[in-house]
């Protein structure tokens, strides 16, 4: 545990949803093509909108959220992968 790094959210006033996929495509990102080993740590007080929710449990239930990356993204993933 003392090994992985600890990724949280920094809510402001105008943290979106689009803001919070960024993250999460940050964060998978480095985790896979990167091998990095990563914490993600959300309170309740940070879920500012519902979707935000219906991302994180796409992810805790299939290990995707949909539609997080778009084609060209999808292409420098597998390129990477190979």
Do not use: H, P, W
Not at 61 to 75: C, F, R
């Amino acid at each position: 545990m003392l090994e992985l790094k600890y990724e949280t959210l920094k809510i402001q006033k105008d943290f979106k949803v689009r803001d919070f996929r960024d993250v999460l495509k940050g964060m998978m990102m480095r985790a896979g093509s990167d091998n990095e080993k990563i914490t993600f740590l959300m309170t309740d007080t940070q879920i500012t909108d519902d979707e935000f929710l219906e991302n994180i449990n796409n992810f805790l239930n299939t290990g995707e959220v949909t539609n997080l990356y778009a084609k060209e993204d999808q292409d420098a993933i597998d390129e990477a992968m190979y």
